[in-house]
């Protein structure tokens, strides 16, 4: 241990001097002050770092991980698949492992009760590297598929209100995060902004705040839905489609949307002649307890984009699922070909681990012992309620979300220069807990392989973080 101790200090050294990290101010992480961990191993929902302390890992590596570390089943794949060729170039070529993930991915994402027809299913699968590429390609999808169809007017996105889906200048642009995108307004297009369904937060919300999460106590005409219709309307003939987080925003602050919603606005956007593509990027792959969160409601997508699971949370891969009449727009000669690639399209080793994770996904008694675990959350996470700054528990599957605020009896944020979600996750890494909170909400989503007796671990240690930075002094 020694040794590793040794290499802490020289690996922090070399990273301080070298690495730019995502999403983290230099301010924080150059703090002498500040020790940065670092991740040496992984086993199962446990994280292991190079002084030997052990973590949960409940964020799943930034929402990614599904069946824990070092599963021995995607293990053995990625290895199998080593020893034949690790990648080849998917430009002109194709290789024996993406046409089979492809085929997989259709039918397992395919609408419900759809399967064995092809009504409503998706065709074909573009493969790129990461959810920020997956919506990229499918906004150009649609953009070129109008462009080459007569409907060249047709170039107006509209997407929700906080979204995100990632930071390349078009995903970004059908984003609406003033602290992710602000920077960049200036490099963006234009796309129309509907407001997003967030109960808890939302101005039509007539219900005086409880001890409930706010979906279950609404008192509303589903205003959010009016709203997003008045955007659609307001693009008009140039309306191309709509771009949405279904179910849970993530980034927003995993803001859940109430039952009913994604259905409607799917009406709308297809009643208006756009294309309704879901970012099911961060809830894809039983994350939300269905293989696809929009499962959870009648709704026919035209594009879905998929990342972050699809591999497990082994390796970057990602793929965006298109529609047969969107795809039937680029049948035919030069001209019509998707000008849009990447080096690592179709890379057999992420191909190989996302056949397997889709085999674990699969396997008999999997979904059941899913559901009893997403019980066994949603119960633990009731204790979050006995703390007066938490103002809403909100869960949907494997994702618990809660939002600390000043005072839950009016819904007072804290200022954000607080960054109370912040210093709460830091507290928890002493507790033996990895997570990352978006903004004033604390996250916790576990690997879908974590055990109930870790999950509950998992609640306890986020919950004592919690009252190391707000000690509980009066009662709620
Ligand atoms: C819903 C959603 N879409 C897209 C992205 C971008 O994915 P990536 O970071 O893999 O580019 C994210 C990342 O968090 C996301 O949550």
Redesign the pocket.
Known sequence: MAAEKGMDGEMVRLDRAHVWHPFTPFSTWMDEGYEPTVIVRGRGSRLFDVEGREYLDGNSS??VNLHGHCNAQIDRAIRAQLKRIAHSSFLGLTNEVAPMLAARLLEYARPQGQHGTDGGGFERVFFSD??????EAAIKVVYQAFQMTGQQERTQFVSLGRG????TVG?MSVGHSAVFHGAYRGLMFSSGEAMSPACYRCPFNRAAPERADARTTRRCGFECVGQFAQRVEEAGGRFAGAVL?PVV???AGMVMHPEGYLSKVADIVHDAGGKLIL?E???GFHRTGRAMAFHAESCQPDVV?L??GLTGGYL?L?ATLVKADLVEAFMGGPERTFYHGHSYSGNQLGCAAALANLDLLEAPGFGAKLERLIARLGRAGQRFWAHPHVGDVRQQGMILAVELVEDWRSRKPFAPEKRLGWRVSEAAKKHGLLTRPAGDVLILMPPLSTSAADVERMVEACYRALCDVLPVSAGV
């Not at 990461?130 to 919506?135: E, I, K, L, Q, W």
């Open positions: 930034i929402w990461d959810g920020s590429t997956a919506v995100y889906h990632g930071d995903a987080e925003q993530g980034a970012d990027v961060m809830t984009a990342a972050k970057p990602a």
